[in-house]
């Protein structure tokens, strides 16, 4: 493995959305939702409310946002070379498939952290001038957990990039993705959810008791522990994720989140490679 | 059967020539139309150039799809600085062979070789040595051509400065910050070429470099291919242009249905299917005499006469002689072509349902 035909990959992959102007578009739309959120999220709030508040506003908007940017950045990225042809050509040099396929993550992976950290550190920036009570460091942990959600998406993005034979197909499933982790699981999990627990108890003012089993199913929805991660580490942060407004077991912890979050983006990179190195072009 | 180069007493062109050895071969170079004659030495047949000098070796090539054969046991040689033409109706295999040659595609069965290096199994090693233009020409759309000829120049380890010297030499150096996705065709044709001779690879795969092209550009592409060869660049060249690649290859492979159905020079195809020469010559007054003088000559297939034009097709060999007869009878000969067999008739011939 040669790291400078990487780099040189993950260069092109930079500079071509940099050309494309996608990294300022969406680095101006995340700072202006982040601003908005700020100073007009709260019911009742009047200006600029801390970062701590920003981020409970935020949240919710940054499940359904990055995972969606993240999937237009990268349903297209092996496929739609395929189709324009240019894949033949970069496979022809002198350099392997792994090389090109982690060249093209790393490349990826950059703009999206580059817009995420500009977007939300403009933004947070110019809220922290104007309030008193300034958390940095939770500020810092949700750009962090919201950079990790983005590679989730990408990771899985490049899997279905892989696994297509058309970049029309692969946006469905793009599509599909987003609709499944934002929409139809977490109906699903709060469905499943709802006929295991005696909704009569928790009426008449008793603790609610959340199987374990139910933590773990959370696990299977990267936006689901992208919520949780955030509850753990910062406080409550998103109304539609169950398990953040209810006592947690033991095991479930904040290191246990992370480590979800990076399993997700390991085993569908390894899958994406594994499929690239077996794809007809 | 051996296969050696020859060059050109008079113009020092290359020529390939396939025989047995201590055959004598009768040759008319493709260049200036010397004719010669050369026996393949028993001594050089014996290295004939095979497996230790081939620059490109494909052995048993199959490639299926489903129940669809794409590729089917094809085999063949491309010398050390030759031009190899691959011929071949649409959909008879000639891309997938190519894709296959470069690991693009994975290979059901067979070995390829690039410089006796296996693509399969180290097709990074391999593909050090070649330089490849696709079908489908594409760049990233969104950087200008110096920022993609850049980008290759770094994967193989070019010098970045022979990026803006390419793109003068092929009549892109006006385009500065125009974005490839703004050009034309026939642009993003030469920059492909471009790309394809980048770092000067030993050996260069061409899969229809003149589709879309101009005139101009089909001679500036052509040019670009003989002088590479002259550099002493292996070339595999694709093309519909027959006439292009009969002018420009020394040996020519024609697929059919995913099968390789021959390969061999032009001259070596045509005398396979027994395709002779024709020579038109127009006299001042013709006559039955000069008519049977012609006819009477061993190696005459036909005479067809027109008005004071006699058409005769006859050996290769012969051709000196008909004339002579012609004069010898009293032809006052006003007027003579020759055509040769053309690849045009080799690969219909070759290709014919």
């Given at each position: 493995m040669k790291t400078d035909v990487i780099i040189s990959i993950a260069k092109k992959e930079i500079m071509d959305n940099i050309r494309n102007k996608w990294i300022i578009l969406v680095s101006v739309m995340f700072a202006l939702l982040?601003?908005?959120?700020?100073?007009?999220?709260?019911?009742?709030?009047?200006?600029?409310?801390?970062?701590?508040?920003?981020?409970?506003?935020?949240?919710?908007?940054?499940?359904?946002?990055?995972?969606?940017?993240a999937l237009i950045l990268a349903y297209a990225?092996?496929?739609?070379?395929?189709?324009?042809?240019?894949?033949?050509?970069?496979?022809s040099l002198s350099a392997t498939r792994f090389e090109i396929i982690i060249g093209k993550f790393l490349g990826l992976a950059g703009v999206l952290c580059f817009t995420i950290i500009i977007g939300f550190g403009a933004a947070g920036l110019m809220i922290a001038a104007n309030v008193s009570n300034v958390n940095y460091v939770d500020y810092g942990i949700f750009i962090g957990a919201t950079m990790l959600l983005g590679l989730v998406f990408l990771?899985?993005?490049?899997?279905?990039?892989?696994?297509?034979?058309?970049?029309?197909?692969?946006?469905?499933?793009?599509?599909?993705?987003?609709?499944?982790?934002?929409?139809?699981?977490?109906?699903?999990?709060?469905?499943l959810l709802a006929t295991t627990i005696d909704i009569t108890k928790f009426a008449a003012g008793n603790p609610i008791v959340v199987p374990d089993w139910y933590h773990a199913l959370t696990l299977f929805n990267p936006t689901s522990v992208y919520s949780s991660l955030l509850t753990f580490a910062i406080g409550p942060v998103s109304s539609m994720n169950a398990s953040s407004m209810i006592p947690a077991p033991a095991w479930y912890s904040s290191g246990l989140l992370i480590g979800v979050l990076l399993a997700w983006i390991i085993v569908f990179f390894v899958l994406a490679v594994w499929r690239f190195q077996r794809k007809d072009i | 059967m051996a296969t050696t180069l020859v060059k050109c007493l008079t113009c020092k062109t290359t020529i390939t020539i396939s025989g047995e050895p201590g055959e004598k071969i009768f040759l008319t170079c493709p260049q200036c139309n010397q004719k010669g004659a050369f026996t393949i030495p028993e001594e050089k047949?014996?290295?004939?150039?095979?497996?230790?000098?081939?620059?490109?070796?494909?052995?048993?090539?199959?490639?299926s799809y489903n129940h669809f054969t794409a590729v089917n046991n094809v085999s063949f040689t491309v010398n050390k600085g030759e031009i190899f033409g691959f011929l071949g109706p649409n959909g008879a295999g000639k891309t997938t062979t190519i894709k296959s040659m470069l690991d693009l595609i994975h290979a059901n069965k067979g070995t390829i070789k690039i410089n006796g290096i296996d693509v399969r199994s180290h097709g990074k090693e391999a593909k050090k040595y070649v330089g490849y233009m696709p079908e489908k020409v594409a760049f990233?759309?969104?950087?200008?051509?110096?920022?993609?000829?850049?980008?290759?120049?770094?994967i193989k380890h070019a010098p970045k400065e022979e990026c803006i010297h390419l793109i003068e030499e092929f009549g892109l150096g006006d385009t500065g910050k125009k974005r490839v996705g703004k050009f034309s065709k026939g642009m993003v044709q030469r920059l492909g070429m471009a790309r394809a001779i980048l770092g000067t690879p030993p050996i260069l795969i061409l899969d229809e470099p003149s589709g879309g092209l101009d005139p101009r550009g089909v001679v500036l592409i052509r040019d670009k291919i003989l002088e590479m060869k002259k550099k002493g660049t292996t070339i595999f060249v694709s093309s519909h242009i027959l006439s292009e690649i009969q002018?420009?290859?020394?040996?020519?492979?024609?697929?059919?249905?995913?099968?390789?159905?021959?390969?061999?020079t032009v001259d070596g195809l045509s005398k396979k299917l027994n395709l002779k020469p024709q020579i038109t010559v127009t006299v001042g007054s013709l006559s039955a005499k000069i008519e049977n003088?012609?006819?009477?000559?061993?190696?005459?297939?036909?005479?067809?006469?027109?008005?004071?034009?006699?058409?005769?097709?006859?050996?290769?060999?012969?051709?000196a002689?008909?004339?002579?007869?012609?004069?010898?009878?009293?032809?006052?000969?006003?007027?003579?072509?020759?055509?040769?067999p053309s690849l045009e008739e080799v690969f219909m011939r070759y290709t014919e349902v």
């Open positions: 982040t601003l908005v959120v700020s100073y007009f999220g709260s019911l009742g709030s009047h200006g600029w409310q801390d970062l701590g508040i920003t981020i409970s506003g935020m949240a919710n908007l940054v499940t359904f946002l990055v995972p969606i940017i990225t092996i496929i739609g070379e395929i189709e324009r042809g240019s894949m033949n050509s970069l496979l990771s899985v993005a490049l899997f279905f990039s892989t696994i297509f034979n058309k970049r029309s197909t692969a946006m469905g499933g793009a599509i599909f993705l987003w609709f499944l982790f934002n929409i139809i699981l977490p109906i699903v999990f709060i469905g | 047949s014996a290295k004939t150039i095979g497996t230790n000098s081939a620059t490109i070796e494909v052995n048993g090539l199959t490639k990233y759309d969104n950087l200008t051509a110096l920022q993609n000829l850049r980008f290759y120049a770094e002018e420009i290859c020394d040996r020519v492979g024609i697929i059919n249905k995913g099968v390789l159905v021959a390969q061999d003088a012609v006819k009477n000559l061993p190696g005459v297939d036909s005479v067809k006469t027109q008005g004071n034009t006699l058409e005769i097709v006859c050996d290769g060999a012969m051709k002689k008909v004339i002579l007869a012609i004069s010898t009878a009293g032809g006052n000969i006003q007027n003579l072509q020759t055509k040769e």
